[in-house]
């Protein structure tokens, strides 16, 4: 008994003696790709300064264009919304209101609540809502600058959407010059979970002609 209670001890020892060394040797290799590995969230954050109030984003996945749906998690993981973005807008003011960085982009999109519970979109509060993705990185949240004065009847719908119910809405972006050079719209859902749609340059829509008339003041 004592024989093997010895021998059990000496062997545990070894083992943890074992263990330590390999533990010293690599982690030090453990250590390096970590650091390396920190550098690029840094860099992210690095363009928190820009002059849209955005943030720069890393390579970004690929991209719906307009008239294309996504079906969407509902705010607070409840119900579901079917998203398409169909009509973007760019001007200098809408409403009587004059951009402050120099272009607003206005993006329409239809909305139907596809569940038997209603739906809305995630706040941003929340970590979801809707953003700009300028063409140099900045992600520039909807709302920014002036574009929360900006108010498009028939666009302006808020609160959850009724089951097999569709709203209009539209996000305005106030943009530089150089943001406004077309981009992406990027929606973060109830699951936080992004969805991407490719924007043009120019006007493109079927509501060009009604929000362009809306946007007079």
């Known amino acids: 008994m004592r024989k093997a209670s010895f021998a059990t001890a000496v062997t545990v020892a070894c083992l943890a003696l074992a263990a330590c060394d390999g533990g010293s040797k690599d982690g030090n290799?453990?250590?390096e790709p970590s650091a390396t590995q920190s550098q690029p969230s840094a860099?992210?954050?690095s363009g928190s300064g820009t002059a849209g109030g955005?943030?720069?984003s890393p390579r970004e996945p690929a991209a719906l264009g307009l008239g294309e749906a996504s079906r969407t998690v509902g705010a607070g993981t409840v119900g579901i919304l079917e998203i398409t973005p169909t009509t973007v807008v760019y001007v200098k003011?809408?409403?009587?209101?004059?951009?402050k960085f120099g272009t607003f982009a206005v993006v329409?999109?239809?909305?139907?609540?596809?569940?038997a519970n209603p739906a809305d979109e995630e706040r941003p509060a929340a970590g979801g809502g809707w953003q700009w993705l300028a063409p140099g990185g900045q992600r520039i949240p909807a709302g920014n600058g002036n574009a929360g004065k900006v108010v498009l009847a028939t666009y302006d719908g808020s609160g959850a959407i009724a089951p097999g119910a569709t709203r209009m809405r539209a996000k305005v972006f106030?943009?530089?010059?150089a943001q406004a050079k077309g981009g992406r719209v990027v929606y973060t859902d109830g699951t936080k979970s992004p969805d991407h749609w490719k924007i043009p340059a120019e006007d493109t829509g079927p509501q060009v002609a009604?929000?362009?008339?809306?946007?007079?003041?």
């Open 29 to 31: 290799a453990d250590n």
């Open 43 to 45: 860099a992210r954050s």
């Open 54 to 56: 955005g943030t720069d």
């Open 93 to 99: 003011e809408g409403t009587g209101v004059t951009s």
């Open 108 to 115: 329409t999109m239809r909305e139907k609540s596809l569940s």
């Open 174 to 177: 106030d943009l530089t010059p």
């Open 210 to 217: 009604d929000v362009k008339q809306r946007l007079k003041p």
